[in-house]
């Protein structure tokens, strides 16, 4: 007595006065409270006994907790709070939760046992709740001090497990001592809880050895990883503890840090060490060495990268397949738990014998605990968070392992680059695009495979334990209806192959005609100046209907898909119920087995559904593996070299301008040591190489080299280079003078013959080569050369960085090159000016702009050999003088570097100290001018007559002592005159010229701009969404609507209708059982009436399912062709302002993704979203409508769905944008690499190209990953709430079964659709975010259809021209002011001109004089706000844009082709015949050319003319102004890029064949314009001299003469 009463006290500080309330219980004082048999013989007691532990505990953390936190100091500085580092840390955490669950179910016991007596027994449960506490402060406590690393605090926890145990340990001897066996419960949770607290204390010891933190003098002393000392390490998934790993606890400030300000890469931070690309290649790289047979061979084929796969990342997969398994097993609790809840509901009698009475305090046995209906309420509870959390884990754990492997193959792929031959790329065998497509596709393709990898595994179990649980339910009815789920399995995959098929045709289609609208959008200025813009809009509609006939198979059997997915398991619960009915009399259609089979089928459509797109991605893996496998064993260049220089860690010599993780630091000394045992080797080859040539830098002896295995390309070669000279190469166009460069440079296949490279003692020490060749053995063969190729590779980057190429900056040096190349006016019109971008391939430059930055870089660098490619073809005279004299002779030769110059101008010869002449792929012959001179006079002679110069003073050595004074002065003042002389006002309207479209366009592409309100990001783009709706025209979007409603309506009511008939079932039986009859049926009940109005929904509600599938995707279709029509024909009418303001790239993007995911991912992201939103409405409505109490709790859940959400979707916007721009610079660094293998490997610059791809790679990884976390926090988090929604559900039906009499039908369906809930929360937010993301594209289109067009009427109609205006080509100009647009300044002011018909007018001026702005005038292609052009007496203002430019031909300075045949090219209207086109073709000089070409006019022109050298090429583009016999010509500095012998030819040509006709001449060569009729010199927008060339000339200080001798 004493006892008990001194207990209640203690822990109920309100002790019961009416005593029902007591510890022990008060009905029965003498059983209770008796201790004859001693105080441990009593069952209260002994519950009171394991109190004290958990007392203990509670007291003794708490003030530690609460007060000591503030003061401690010894926490480790460490930037995250996350370093666990004790040992058995997640056995401690796993043991945790398992020791609660326990808990849990001892209180649910005991309450449950209490349930049975009158008065409450406290002991019965509250040890336990206080046990539970114990255990939740015990963790808390435990993670506190580990974080905070003060070991010695966990002395409390050793005390309390020793103590816990004890307790445990006598309460269980005394059980089984009293013989309470395995048949109570009680005693079966007893003997976990003294398991577990046993596991518990031996973790706790484990501790004590392993940090010896006490029984031991000196305490182990820890580190924490180098990625928590790195504050730039924000990834912490790897280092959080398992709860917040499982949760994505670490996520919460992540994601609502997000709406206040964007993320971005610095938000991110870095990769976690182990999950960088380096890392993971060179866990790859061990698993393929692992491959490598003993005879050092690899093995090649698809099978030996499955090997190396399967090595390096098949634990992570396993490990990911196991949480799998656990999931999948977890589903199937909700089916059993709910047809127990409502079977335990439908007994109507609730008689439960007693429990069993042992030592005083009552037992009850699991059977009567399970057959509890809040029990398994609370069960279905934890195992659904329990499943929800290991499906999670497996997702993460599997598109980690996935992402992991990209950036290894990555890695892999770009060393591979590397070392590729460049033949093998120019000869087509391997496009830049199948390369790119290399890392774009195949590289994801086998992450998605590893993503879906563990689903292969998991299914085939799902489905048979799915089967096996509805046979037990249902029995052989079971079977049939699972065959017919089975049925869908082959026709998925049918259709899912059929899609792939349809999808590849699409790919097909697109990419065509993405290659159109590229060439398109590319050459759109000669597209408009020749009026051809519609043939090539027409060629690409023609190729978008192709598109579009397969895109609607692909919508036909998408449609289907989604149809067969809604309307198979409805057809499968029918047959099923049909069959059940029929087979047997008294059919037990029970509520109970109605519902649980009912979400059976749910949970078996899933796999099924599942399987098409795991099949196809299996398949579609094992391609890219094939292809991989293909392109690692293509042909390599350099066969003498050791692979060893591709291993990333011996690349790493630049670490003075390269973080490097530390790790790879330390593995650099190898690499060093040998290096230092082939420099020996070196030093060697060159002592002797040098005692033959001491001047000679590089020497090819007898060398034929071919670029395939076919003949060779360049045949007996003998040359040698002097070193510190300038070298030049001459020669016609396409004799092989680059092939020579590439074949010095090892980049050519070499047949036979020797090259060897000297390295000049004198010079080594200048050079920065020793740090730059030592990533490489082929030191002996060459150090690094700058190269300058013909055609100008550009990095997407700005000006300065394409400069300096990875140099330091130095100002002074980078002002000279800047001022070498003069590029210092092109920088100060550009947006930003140096630190402009400069997109795919360079789009906001000209071809001339684009050559000096190539040039400027090859002058930057320090290497001592220099290769310059033709470096003045798109150069007009004086900048090309200028660069010869500042950048060559002056910065190159003070410098006495080597240099080796291609050229075609041949006024430079004199400067040469030796040169090389090339013919046919041959050495014509070399040496010195005047060696030349003596052996080849003919060819001297040759030389002398292009350069149009005097003997003598060809004979001097230089231009600059035949200059006068005077000449010198201005030449200087030409160079200068674009800085010196520009004007305040000119100044500020280049400043402005590209600012304001400029700006607005990068506004337009990072919608996000900070400056725009951030409470915009929050809210979804409904005017997008409308603009998408409204496309589809009127009679569609109602359908859309009504029939999703109707589909739905009718799926609820077929369940409904279910649970009324099961009801009816029960409530047949209870009265056949008062009428005692033996049979249902024999009390007239039928089943037959219930089954054909449920048959009757059901067909219905399949029919519905088709109509709503066909129209989501006919919708998505209808939008497509619109868009997209309306798109092309919006851009190919926009002025030329557009395209020269917005990068190329970003409107091809339109074109390309936008179009792209407008045409593939929006339907079925709609229907998606359609579909989970309306299923989650119907769900909790049927739920409020079963249980009204529900809509009480249901607030704050919504409320808190509503939050996450909210949150959620600007996080996943803000990463998927970032994961699309990490992926984008990824892409291009490819494709960039690819196009410059050659600059990069003469420039020796591998190893730093490798280091910007780690980072990358590593930089869209970490985004990658980052929007995985938040995906998977999303999903946690509403998988947690949908749980929430079951238990509350569940146990509000239960109760009002119990109380008010609901009938079990309904709560079983009330269950059924909580559980169904669940499944789609978090559908519906996922394709709510992602639904925004995809209307960016639907907005971002719509941006550029709110262009203006260009003004295509005319005042006159195309019928009233005259048909052959102009026929004299009489030009009168009148006071023509011009500006290129109505914010900007004008570029022509008050010009006036009159050109006679036939006249040949040349125009010449400094670059930006207003020239060309000159000829683009006559095409009305800019703003002419003032004065007006008459030609033959029309004005052109008058025409109709389409007649006007028809009439005319221009040919441009950039020489455009299309790719098509020949005929196409010149002549795309069809309107020539074959003989005028091969006139053309003889007065452009091509003849020749094009009568050796397979099909003469039909030979095929590859994509932008590649197949074509540049000059050959400009001949076409001159060729093509032949075919439209125009009586005007216009030609735009149209010989820039041709030799000067192809040149004089043409000017002849010219003269001839135009002898009747206005030809307008603009010109960067003076001399071309010598012989003209007129000639008119421009500065600034203002005719400057307008006479007779000759009158000009004999006037002394005219601008014209200075120009002409500034040209000599």
């Not at 090819?700 to 190469?729: H, R």
């Not at 980078?814 to 630190?835: H, N, R, W």
Request: overall charge neutral.
């Amino acid at each position: 007595m004493f006892f008990g009463v001194k207990m209640i006290p203690r822990y109920r500080p309100s002790p019961g006065s009416t005593m029902s309330l007591s510890f022990c219980g008060n009905e029965n004082n003498s059983a209770a409270y008796n201790v004859d048999q001693g105080v441990l013989n009593n069952g209260c007691f002994l519950d009171a006994l394991t109190v004290v532990p958990h007392v203990f505990l509670l007291f003794i953390t708490f003030p530690i907790l609460f007060i000591g936190w503030g003061s401690q100091s010894s926490k480790v500085h460490i930037h995250h709070s996350t370093w666990l580092h004790f040992p058995g840390h997640n056995l401690r955490w796993i043991l945790t939760f398992i020791l609660l669950f326990v808990l849990v179910c001892e209180i649910a016991e005991g309450i449950v046992s209490d349930g049975f007596t009158q008065s409450l027994h406290l002991h019965l449960y509250m040890p336990s709740c206080l046990a539970f506490m114990a255990a939740i402060t015990s963790i808390i406590y435990y993670h506190n001090i580990e974080t905070s690393n003060f070991p010695k605090l966990l002395l409390a926890l050793l005390i309390y497990w020793i103590l816990a145990f004890i307790t445990k340990t006598i309460k269980f001897a005394k059980y089984t001592e009293h013989g309470i066996g395995m048949r109570q419960l009680r005693y079966c949770l007893t003997g976990l809880l003294v398991l577990l607290y046993g596991l518990l204390l031996a973790v706790e010891i484990n501790v004590i050895l392993g940090r010896r933190y006490m029984c031991f003098a000196h305490p182990t002393e820890v580190k924490p990883p180098e990625d928590l000392q790195d504050l730039g390490v924000r990834f912490l998934q790897p280092f959080v503890n398992l709860l917040s790993k499982s949760t994505y606890w670490w996520m919460n400030t992540f994601i609502t840090t997000a709406h206040r300000r964007p993320i971005d890469l610095k938000v991110i931070g870095k990769l976690p060490i182990a999950m960088r690309a380096l890392t993971n290649y060179m866990k790859l790289r061990k698993a393929f060495e692992a491959q490598k047979r003993p005879d050092g061979l690899q093995p090649q084929g698809p099978q030996w990268i499955w090997r190396a796969l399967r090595q390096a990342y098949g634990k992570p997969l396993i490990l990911s397949i196991t949480f799998r398994f656990l999931a999948d097993l977890l589903g199937f609790v909700g089916p059993l738990c709910i047809s127990g809840i409502v079977h335990h509901i439908s007994k109507k009698n609730h008689t439960i014998q007693a429990p069993a009475q042992l030592l005083g305090i009552y037992f009850i046995s699991s059977q009567e605990f399970l057959a509890n209906a809040y029990v398994l309420a609370v069960l279905l509870f934890f195992a659904l968070l329990l499943q929800r959390t290991f499906l999670q884990a497996s997702y993460y754990s599997a598109i980690q392992t996935g992402i992991n492997l990209r950036g290894a193959i990555q890695t892999k792929i770009f060393n591979k680059i590397m070392r590729l031959c460049t033949s093998n790329m120019s000869m087509g065998e391997m496009t830049v695009g199948q390369i790119c497509n290399l890392v774009a596709i195949d590289t994801n393709q086998l992450m998605w495979f590893f993503f879906l990898c563990p689903n292969l595994w998991a299914m085939p179990v799902q489905i048979i334990v799915g089967v096996i649980l509805l046979y037990y339910l249902l029995g052989i009815s079971a079977l049939i209806g699972a065959t017919v789920i089975a049925l869908l399995a082959p026709v998925q995959y049918f259709l899912a192959t059929k899609l792939s098929q349809a999808q590849k045709s699409t790919l097909e289609y697109s990419s065509e005609r993405l290659k159109k609208t590229n060439e398109l959008l590319r050459g759109i200025k000669l597209l408009k100046l020749y009026a051809w813009e519609h043939i090539f809009c027409s060629s690409v509609e023609e190729t978008r209907r192709k598109e579009l006939t397969s895109l609607q198979a692909f919508a036909l059997y998408t449609s289907v898909s989604i149809f067969m997915n809604a309307a198979i398991p409805i057809a499968a619960v029918l047959t099923t119920f049909v069959v059940h009915v029929h087979l047997s009399d008294d059919a037990d259609l029970s509520p109970a087995v109605a519902f649980a089979s009912l979400s059976l089928f749910h949970i078996l459509v899933t796999p099924l559904f599942l399987l098409s797109s795991v099949v196809r991605s299996t398949v579609k893996a094992l391609v890219s593996v094939q292809k991989l496998s293909e392109f690692f064993s293509s042909d390599e260049i350099g066969e003498e070299q050791e692979p060893k220089a591709t291993i990333p860690t011996s690349s790493t010599n630049h670490s003075n301008y390269q973080a490097l993780p530390l790790k790879v630091v330390n593995r650099k000394h190898p690499a060093r040591e040998d290096w230092n045992s082939y420099g020996l080797h070196s030093e060697q080859d060159t002592e002797t190489a040098a005692v033959e040539d001491d001047d000679t830098c590089i020497k090819i002896t007898g060398g034929y080299f071919s670029w395939t295995d076919g003949a060779p390309t360049l045949s007996n070669v003998d040359i040698k280079i002097p070193f510190g000279q300038l070298t030049m190469i001459v020669g016609q166009v396409g004799c092989g003078k680059s092939s020579l460069l590439l074949a010095a440079l090892g980049e050519m296949q070499r047949i036979s013959g020797i090259v060897t490279w000297n390295s000049n003692p004198k010079l080594d020490s200048e050079g920065d080569e020793s740090p730059d060749a030592a990533g490489d053995d082929e030191i002996r063969k060459r150090g690094a050369v700058a190269y300058a190729s013909q055609k100008p590779w550009l990095l997407n980057a700005s000006v300065v960085e394409n400069i300096t190429f990875e140099m330091p900056l130095i100002k002074q040096r980078y002002k000279t090159v800047i001022e070498a190349c003069s590029l210092q006016p092109d920088i100060d019109i550009l947006p930003q000016g140096d630190q402009t971008e400069i997109g795919e391939r360079g789009i906001i430059l000209s071809g001339g702009q684009k050559q000096r930055i190539s040039v400027a870089r090859a002058l930057y660098q320090t290497t001592n050999v220099v290769f310059l490619d033709d470096p003045f073809s798109a150069l007009d005279i004086h900048l090309s003088d200028h660069l010869m004299q500042e950048g060559i002779l002056k910065l190159l030769r003070e410098e006495k570097r080597t240099v080796v110059l291609v050229t075609h101008k041949l006024q430079y010869l004199p400067h040469a100290d030796w040169i090389i002449a090339m013919k046919d792929g041959t050495i014509q012959t070399e040496g010195t001018l005047k060696d030349i001179q003596n052996s080849e006079p003919e060819l001297f002679e040759q030389w002398k007559t292009l350069m149009n110069r005097q003997d003598q003073e060809f004979e001097k050595e230089t231009v600059a002592e035949s200059m006068t004074v005077l000449e010198r002065k201005n030449l200087r003042r030409a160079m200068y005159s674009r800085e010196a002389l520009k004007t305040e006002e000119e100044e500020e309207a280049m400043g402005t010229a590209l600012t304001p479209e400029a700006e607005e366009s990068v506004e337009s592409d990072d919608e996000d701009n900070l400056s725009q309100v951030m409470r915009h990001r929050a809210t979804i783009p409904w005017g997008s969404c409308g603009k998408y709706l409204t496309s589809a025209g009127l009679l569609l979007l109602p359908l859309l609507v009504l029939s999703q409603l109707l589909k739905h309506s009718l799926m609820v009511a077929i369940d409904v209708w279910l649970a009324h008939w099961t009801s009816d079932v029960i409530r047949a039986k209870i009265h056949a059982d008062q009428h005692n009859c033996t049979l249902v049926q024999d009390c007239g009940f039928s089943h037959s009436s219930y089954l054909l109005v449920f048959s009757v929904l059901c067909c219905l509600g399949i029919v519905l399912c088709l109509v709503t599938s066909v129209a989501v995707e006919w919708t998505g279709l209808r939008v497509a062709k619109e868009l997209h029509h309306s798109l092309l024909n919006n851009i190919i009418l926009a002025p030329m302002r557009l395209f020269e303001t917005t990068p190329l790239g970003s409107i091809l993007n339109r074109f390309s993704a936008d179009t792209n995911t407008i045409d593939q991912h929006i339907p079925t992201t709609l229907e998606c979203l359609i579909r989970s939103t309306l299923l989650c409405v119907s769900a909790l409505g049927v739920i409020s409508y079963v249980t009204p109490v529900f809509l009480i709790a249901l607030a704050p859940l919504a409320i808190a769905c509503y939050f996450i959400q909210k949150y959620f979707r600007v996080a996943s916007r803000d990463l998927q944008q970032l994961e699309d721009s990490t992926q984008l610079p990824l892409l291009s660094h490819f494709s960039e690499t690819v196009e410059g293998l050659t600059t990069i490997r003469a420039f020796r610059y591998e190893a730093r190209f490798r280091q910007r791809l780690l980072e990358f790679t590593d930089a869209n990884n970490v985004a990658s990953l980052f929007l995985t976390a938040a995906n998977r926090w999303l999903e946690v988090r509403m998988e947690y709430i949908g749980a929430c929604i079951v238990l509350i559900a569940a146990v509000a039906s239960i109760t009002s079964s119990l109380y008010s009499h609901l009938s079990a039908g309904l709560v079983g369906l009330g269950l059924t659709y909580a559980l169904m809930v669940s499944n789609y929360l978090n559908w519906m937010v996922r394709n709510l975010a992602d639904m925004e993301v995809q209307l960016g594209a639907v907005k971002r289109i719509n941006t550029l259809l709110k262009t203006e067009p260009e003004n295509y009427e005319g005042l006159l109609s195309a019928s009233q021209v005259p048909e052959g205006w102009p026929q004299q080509g009489e030009i009168q100009i009148q006071n023509l002011s011009v500006r290129y647009d109505s914010t900007l300044k004008p570029v022509l002011k008050h010009v006036n001109a009159h050109i006679k018909p036939g006249e040949k007018v040349g125009i010449c001026g400094r670059t930006g004089s207003g020239k060309s702005s000159f000829s683009l005038a006559f095409f009305r292609m800019v703003d002419t706000f003032e004065g007006r052009i008459i030609i033959d007496d029309i004005d052109i203002a008058k025409l109709p844009l389409q007649t006007l430019r028809s009439r005319f031909s221009i040919i441009l300075q950039d020489p455009i082709l299309f790719s098509g045949t020949i005929r196409f090219n010149l002549d795309p209207e069809m309107k020539a015949t074959d003989s005028m086109l091969w006139e053309a073709l003889e007065i452009a000089q091509l003849k020749p050319v094009v009568k050796t070409l397979p099909g003469g006019l039909d030979a095929v022109v590859t994509e932008g003319g590649e197949n074509f050298s540049q000059g050959q090429r400009q001949l076409f583009c001159l060729a093509r102004a032949f075919v439209r016999k125009s009586s005007i010509l216009i030609m735009d500095e149209a010989t820039a890029s041709i030799d000067m012998a192809t040149e004089s030819i043409l000017q002849k040509v010219v003269m001839t064949a135009f002898a009747d006709r206005t030809v307008v001449t603009i010109a960067h060569r003076v001399h071309t314009i010598l012989n003209a009729d007129l000639v008119i010199v421009m500065k600034r927008g203002v005719i400057l001299e307008y006479d007779k060339p000759d009158v000009l000339l004999s006037t002394e200080d005219s601008v014209f003469a200075s120009f002409v001798r500034a040209d000599k």
